[in-house]
Each structure stands twice: as structure tokens, then as C-alpha cells.
């Protein structure tokens, strides 16, 4: 991988990451079709350059996180991320196969496209207009949501959670304040345990090199999210799913095109 490759895919992930629209999938198309090595750095660089994103969540709601008197609001996401946690370590060996199979995250990604054209009408009478109303119960439903996401790559972290939220009667906004809040502990969680097996399995993956492009893309991808963040709330408050649902269509459909035509697309 080099400096500029290494740049794009941080680029994608900022401004993938909390849209409903899949950043995993679109940092393996990208990768697959700049014609990245497929080797186990490559995989370590897109589960790990997350960490990035979701620093960005921590400084732009940083009121929230060191509100240390709300410390419910540490209790929910707890009790949210659990199922994830769970599912993530029982099917470890799957969700890795599953991540090298672009035919299969191409097809979640148009099936996920379409369900969101829908979305909007499915829930029209949101009750909850603020994270703290959150209940413990409803966090949970949220967190079940998330698996979808773990065990079908391709679907989006954030457009599982997001709906979620919101067919537990919140509002688009708060639904997806909750779905970046819960990206922390998530994305934190799997950063950590990819780069502590990286170093037990491949440690000689810990080069010079390799540390500056980690280190360069979870900067790059930092600002970058910091920006999609708020444009993505205004633009989802204002107009909901469909146009995500569309541009997943598109990019599904012609993913899944390429490869019927018999280019390459996978990332091992």
C-alpha cells in the first residue's frame, strides 16, 4: 500500500463511517479497485484506521462524554454494545470470510439500499427527542440491531443502528446521535483487539512504514468525519433515507455488475 492509497481509503472511511451506506464495504471496493495488495496489512489498515472516525464523535459531542453526573448514559451504551460484543467473538471466523467476500457485501449493499427507501414511512411518529430519554431496554433493542450489521458486512453499522433507534420511536436526529455515540465503544472495542492480534499473529506487520500510514490514516480519516458528521445530521434531518437508499442501489448493483463481468474485486 502506498502513502496515496493509503490516503483515499482514509478518506472514504471519514466520509463512509456514520452514513447509512456501509464504510466497510466501500473502503474493500476502493482497495479492490485500486488494486491493493490483499494481504493482512491491508486488513489491518481498514478495521483499523476506524479508530480515527470515531475520535472525531468524541470531540464534537465532548460535552456528552465528560458529563461524568450522567453516568447513565455510560450504562446504556454498555448494555447496547453487548450483543456486538458477543456475536463479534462467536463468529469471528465467519464475519472474517464473510469480509473477503465482495459478491456477497455488493448484494448486501443493494438489498440494504432498498430497504431504505422504505424506512422513512415505516416510522412517522417518533416520541423520543433527546439521547438521556433513552431507555435501558430500548438501548438494548438498538444493540440487536448492530448484530445485523456484524453478521451481514455490507449492511452499515450506522443504518442498522439508526433504524433501530428510530423503530424504538426516536427521532432521526437523536437516532442517529445514539448510533455515533455507540460507535465508540464498538469501533474502540475492535480497534483495539485487531491491533493486539495483528501483534501476536503478524507482528512483522509493525514496520516503520506501516505505523506511519496507520497513524496517517486514522488523522486523515479524523478530520474527514468531523465534517460528514455534521453534514450528514442536517442533511438526514431534512431529508431522511431515500437518496441513501438510492445511491446504494447504484453502487451495489454495479459492484455486483463488475464482478458478473469478471473483474476481481476482493480483498482476502
Known amino acids: 500500500m502506498t502513502y496515496i492509497q493509503a490516503v483515499i481509503l482514509a478518506i ?66 454498555l448494555i447496547a454494545i453487548i450483543p456486538a460484543v458477543v456475536v463479534g467473538v462467536l463468529l469471528k471466523k465467519y464475519i472474517d470470510s464473510m469480509l473477503g467476500n465482495t459478491l456477497f457485501i455488493a448484494s448486501v449493499t443493494l438489498i440494504g439500499g432498498i430497504i431504505l427507501l422504505f424506512v422513512d414511512n415505516w416510522f412517522k411518529k417518533p416520541a423520543i427527542d433527546d439521547v438521556d430519554k433513552v431507555s435501558p431496554k430500548r438501548a438494548l433493542f438498538i444493540g440487536l440491531f448492530q448484530v445485523l450489521a456484524i453478521v451481514f458486512p455490507g449492511l452499515s453499522r450506522s443504518a442498522a443502528t439508526i433504524v433501530g433507534g428510530m423503530q424504538q420511536k426516536l427521532t432521526r436526529k ?34 516503520k512504514t506501516n505505523i506511519e500510514l496507520l497513524a496517517m490514516g486514522n488523522i486523515i480519516a479524523f478530520i474527514i468525519a468531523l465534517i460528514a458528521i455534521k453534514a450528514f445530521i442536517s442533511f438526514l434531518t431534512k431529508y431522511g433515507f431515500k437518496w441513501f437508499g438510492y445511491y446504494r442501489i447504484v453502487i451495489g448493483t454495479a459492484i455486483i455488475l463488475f464482478i458478473l463481468l469478471g473483474y476481481h474485486l476482493n480483498i482476502a
Request: glycine share 4%.
Open 12 to 77: 472514504v472511511e471519514g466520509l463512509t463511517e456514520f452514513l447509512p451506506i456501509s464504510s466497510t464495504g466501500h473502503m474493500v471496493f476502493t482497495a479492490s479497485a485500486m488494486g491493493i495488495e490483499k494481504d493482512a496489512f491491508t486488513k489491518l489498515f481498514i478495521e483499523a484506521i476506524q479508530f480515527g472516525a470515531i475520535i472525531s464523535v468524541v470531540v464534537l459531542y465532548w460535552r456528552k462524554f465528560l458529563d461524568f453526573k450522567k453516568w447513565k448514559f455510560y450504562v446504556k451504551l
Open 174 to 207: 437523536v437516532a442517529a446521535e445514539f448510533s455515533f455515540f455507540l460507535a465508540v465503544p464498538t469501533l474502540a472495542g475492535a480497534f483495539v483487539k485487531s491491533i493486539w492480534d495483528a501483534h501476536k499473529e503478524t507482528p512483522e506487520l509493525f514496520t
